[in-house]
Every structure is written in structure tokens, then in C-alpha cells.
């Protein structure tokens, strides 16, 4: 599907306290996150692959942003192509210094239905240290049944609350 060299940008974020920037680059054939930390020439200071450390699920479409405490956080969409399903949405928080873990979590939809692809849109800090998650979950493979789901979760990544609602209950404006 891919070429064993591509690569696909997906976020970049300036830190204006540590100085330079940090990145997310998706590597398709891979599926594999790499999380890029560079100071303010470019130059690599640090990196890693991201994939859960409790079940070795690969991610794509990543999230990066700070955590109100100047560490980064990334929201990804964690799946497996091989079996074309979704685990749900990841969320990660990494040192600033070394990108270690610090804490992982994952979200899924209620289970009220089955789910084809959970797709994360984004990942924002709130006011009170805590995230603020959206998504576009898809129950079927045509992509016509959809949901959005926003989670709140705290600095620890535990959910407070969720929301979801029904795209297929949506009237179109005339």
C-alpha cells in the first residue's frame, strides 16, 4: 500500500518555554508514530516510536500538544490495519526531556454498537491541567454511520466526562 520510505507529517508544536519544537511523523508501511524533539535549529534532540506499552497496538493519525505542566501530550488513533479495526483512542503523556511515558490511557466508545473506525479529529488542553478529546467514531465500513464523541479527562488522563452524539440525527440546514 505504502512505500517503504514514506513518511507523513502530522503535528508540530513550538515550545516557547524549553526552547525548539516538537513533531509527529507517521510512517505508514510501519504504522508507527515517531515522536521527533528538536531545538530551535532543527536539529534532533531526541526521538521515539510510539506504541502502547501494554499491548503493542500501533497508532496513526497523531495529536501533539502541551499539557498544562509544559510536557507534551499526543491523542492517536490506535488500530490494527491487518484486521481493519480500531482499539480506540489513545492518549499519551511524554517527558519534555526525554519523551518518556508518563501515563497512557485508552478510550472506546459506550459498546452500545459496534465500531468500524474511531478516528481522533483533536487533543487540547483545558484551564484545569486536564484534555479535552474529539473524535468521529464510524459504525460501519460505507463510513455513512457516524458518531462524535468529546471525552474531559484530568492531568492523569482519567475520563470526567463524555459526550456523544449521532451525525445521522443532524438536519441539514435548508
Not at 46 to 75: E, R
Amino acid at each position: 500500500m505504502f512505500n517503504n520510505n514514506i513518511v507523513l507529517a502530522h503535528d508540530v508544536v513550538v515550545l516557547p518555554n524549553q526552547g525548539g519544537y516538537a513533531a509527529t511523523v507517521w510512517q505508514p508501511n510501519l504504522d508507527v508514530i515517531h515522536l521527533y524533539r528538536l531545538d530551535t535549529l532543527g536539529r534532533t534532540l531526541w526521538n521515539i516510536n510510539l506504541k502502547d506499552s501494554l499491548t503493542n497496538t500501533t497508532f496513526s493519525f497523531a495529536h501533539l500538544n502541551i499539557s498544562q505542566d509544559g510536557n507534551l501530550v499526543i491523542g492517536t488513533t490506535k488500530r490494527t490495519w491487518s484486521l481493519h479495526t480500531t482499539l480506540g483512542i489513545g492518549l499519551s503523556k511524554h517527558h519534555i526531556n526525554d519523551g518518556r511515558v508518563l501515563w497512557e490511557q485508552t478510550y472506546v466508545f459506550d459498546g452500545t454498537q459496534p465500531t468500524y473506525l474511531d478516528f481522533l479529529t483533536d487533543c487540547v488542553p483545558t484551564p484545569d491541567g486536564g484534555l479535552l478529546l474529539s473524535s468521529t467514531t464510524y459504525t460501519d465500513s460505507t463510513y455513512r454511520q457516524s458518531l462524535l464523541m468529546v471525552i474531559k479527562t484530568d492531568g492523569a488522563g482519567m475520563e470526567q466526562w463524555r459526550y456523544t452524539h449521532d451525525y445521522n440525527a443532524i438536519v441539514p440546514c435548508p
